[in-house]
């Protein structure tokens, strides 16, 4: 139906005052989205159990089997698929959040203020995204223990991917819960969507010499183009023998093709401002 | 960010804009014709009350007029912006107290008005004092950097009717406010929304079921299935049932009410009795007796009350959902029965 917010006439004072007054919005969003997660302590601490539990199970599991190369195993591998594993993960919870706010209310008082469907879907994103990028941060803690070595500028660089990947991700869920009435259905859709979409990104398993009907889905994932840059600067920072690299392969080829890594973030970009558009439709939508 | 104050809000769309105009409002779910073309106007500074049962379309009505439901008919205009076309406008003058809660449990007292002030764009160098008013308002001052999850269903409410003035609104919605409060509290409710009105020409618009509620209204819309049935003051609606209500409670009410009506008395069929809106009911009590032509146990006389204006124009009783508040003799009349 009609899309709410458009802009009145130019003579309104407020106006002039809209871009501060979103930014003011975007702000307090964004506040209150680390406030919860603050004091949702146990959310935090849950939330690093699967991951940890994954990369220790499968790390060291695989590990045996797949065997080291050039001093480089499974382990070292998969680490930084795991710390997207907890982005990826922490992003979609938090948009998760919407459907209670639903539930619970809140999004009514914030749906019926004058402020753009735009700010708060903004300010929603980036709080969540800021959410997943501390917990992915915080798994770096692991890093010596698995035998990845940590420089400032790689850690820059994994911050930096986090972010992009976490506001795609948040974006994704802000969309998915715009469209989802009731907390059952948000359950549905991350168990057909989220987990698939995590296992089938080269998060947990390297993307060549996979059988060909699995390359192609991993291939249209976009998570995997958010994925392996995050690989890629991780492995970069490491000294790794010539064969470890061949073993351990990073990159996405798409028919003999390698995907340069500024497309896969730019894929990433394109993903997150799809479903940010989506996001921002579906909230201004009336009944 | 360059901090400015807010400048007072424009001025309405055009000169002589009523505060709320209405006309043939109608919203349809499917099958359901929720609100069936209703048209009312509210001027500023009115408090202008919509009673009506579960159902009759209350809160519908609200959403419409907030912007948050899209009519499938009619139209409406908040300080003459109209609800579909000038959204933000519209949002921008009113505060909306919702029917169900929509506080952030686990945000303080402080910070769920704070978010508020943020998203009505309350200049920065107000906000504090705004929300240490509005917490002092509803007693919850020494409630304020308490988890709202901590509080009682009614120190709840009452927050959320601080939020909704926080910001001084044109126009305050009130959803059923004073569901869940304490005979004092909704006392105090009333104090502050009618000092809002007085001091800052607040015009308020409010749906309840509660008859006393509604008297505290300068218009009263009684609104039923969709339709508003009757709209005046409180005064005048009991004025056109007649001056006396003369309720009978019988052997046998279908008998009675039929005879009656045989007589040529105005009645009404209640749950469980029997009512004459009659000129002088002391006087004519003997020959209604006499008219009901069965036994009756008790006959109760007393000047109309609005629950006898909707039951006239409706047919059927509000019956007081939950309890609390200062309770009528009429009222008491009835729960006894119950
Ligand atoms: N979103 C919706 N979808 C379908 N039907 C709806 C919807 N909202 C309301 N209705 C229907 O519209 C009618 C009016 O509902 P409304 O909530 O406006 O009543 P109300 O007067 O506020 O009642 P109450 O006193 O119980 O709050 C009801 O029959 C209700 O079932
Ligand atoms: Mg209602």
């Known amino acids: 139906m009609s899309v709410t917010s458009t802009t009145a006439a130019p003579t309104h004072p407020q106006h002039h005052l809209a871009a501060s007054s979103d930014l003011r919005t975007i702000g307090m969003v964004w506040r209150r989205e680390l406030i919860r997660f603050v004091r949702t302590r146990t959310r935090i601490l849950t939330s690093f159990v699967q991951p940890i539990l994954f990369l220790f199970v499968l790390g060291y599991g695989m590990s045996s089997l797949v065997g080291t190369t050039g001093g480089f195993d499974f382990k070292k591998f998969v680490f930084p698929g795991i710390v997207a594993m907890t982005v990826v993960t922490t992003a979609i919870f938090s948009a998760i959040s919407i459907v209670w706010d639903r539930e619970f ?6 749906l019926v203020a004058p402020v753009s469907r735009g700010a708060l879907v903004i300010g929603k994103t980036l709080g969540g995204a800021s959410v997943a990028t501390v917990q992915g941060t915080i798994m770096l803690a692991l890093a010596p223990l698995i035998g990845v070595h940590l420089t400032p500028l790689l850690v820059l660089e994994v911050i930096g991917l986090e972010m992009l990947m976490a ?18 259905g948000f359950q549905v859709v991350m168990q057909l969507v989220l987990f698939p979409m995590i296992f089938l990104s080269g998060a947990l398993f390297p993307l060549s010499g996979i059988p060909a ?21 991780v492995f970069a920072a490491q000294n790794m023998p010539a064969a470890a690299v061949a073993r351990f392969e990073t990159g996405v080829t798409i028919f003999g093709y390698l995907v340069p890594l500024y497309l896969e973030i730019v894929i990433v970009l394109v993903f997150l401002v799809v479903f940010l558009s989506l996001a921002i439709v579906g909230f201004s939508k009336k009944d | 960010m360059i901090e400015q104050e807010r400048s007072p809000l424009p001025p309405a ?3 002589g804009a009523h505060a709320i105009e209405v006309d043939n409002l109608a919203k349809r779910y499917g099958e359901v014709e929720a609100v069936k073309g ?60 919702f029917q169900e809660q929509t506080l952030d449990q686990q ?40 988890l709202v999850s901590t509080f009682s269903g009614g120190m709840a409410r009452r927050l959320e009717i601080a939020r909704g003035m926080l910001h001084t609104p044109a126009v305050l919605f009130l959803d059923e406010p004073t569901i869940g409060l304490d005979p004092q509290t909704r006392a105090l409710m009333w104090e502050d929304v009618l000092r809002l009105r007085r001091e800052e020409g607040v015009t308020i618009f409010l749906t309840t079921h ?8 300068d218009r009263i819309a ?16 009991k004025r056109t049932i007649g001056a006396d209500t003369v309720e009978l409670a019988t052997g046998n009410d279908d008998l009675a009410a039929k005879n009656l009506e045989a007589a040529g008395f105005n009645i009404k069929r209640g749950d469980d009795e029997v009512v004459a809106f009659v000129e002088n009911g002391e006087a004519q009590v003997a020959s209604i007796i006499a008219a009901a032509g069965t036994p009756i146990r008790t006959v109760k006389v007393h000047r109309p009350t609005l629950e006898d204006v909707f039951l006239h124009y409706t047919g059927r009783q509000i019956r007081e959902g939950q309890g609390g508040g200062p309770t009528p003799p009429h009222f008491m009349h009835f729960a006894r029965r119950r």
């Not at chain 1, 209310?105 to 914030?110: D, P, Q, T, Y």
């Not at chain 2, 509660?210 to 209204?217: K, L, S, V």
């Open chain 1, 105 to 110: 209310g809140f999004l009514r008082e914030m």
């Open chain 1, 167 to 184: 506001s795609a991700l948040t974006a994704f869920g802000v969309f998915v819960a715009s469209r989802i009435q009731r907390m059952e």
């Open chain 1, 213 to 233: 009907w699995l390359a192609v889905i991993t291939r249209i994932n976009p998570l995997t183009y958010a994925v392996d840059p995050l690989r890629h600067v």
């Open chain 2, 13 to 15: 769309a055009h000169e």
């Open chain 2, 38 to 97: 209703v048209s009312f106007t509210v001027e500023h500074g009115e408090v202008f009350a919509f009673l009506g049962p579960n159902g009759a379309g209350k809160t519908t009505t609200i959403r419409m007029l907030c912007t948050l439901t899209q009519p499938t008919g009619g139209r409406a205009s908040i300080d003459g912006y109209d609800v579909s076309t000038r959204a933000r406008d519209v949002r921008q003058r009113i505060g909306l107290v």
């Open chain 2, 107 to 146: 945000l303080t007292a402080e910070e769920n008005l704070r978010f508020h002030a943020v998203l009505y764009g309350v200049p920065k160098s107000e906000v504090d004092a705004r929300i240490d008013r509005a917490l002092r308002m509803v007693q919850l001052i020494d409630r304020r950097s308490d």
């Open chain 2, 210 to 217: 509660y008859m006393e509620e509604a008297e505290y209204a």
């Open chain 2, 222 to 237: 009684i609104i039923d299935q969709g339709k508003i049935v009757a709209l005046d003051t409180s005064g005048a609606l």
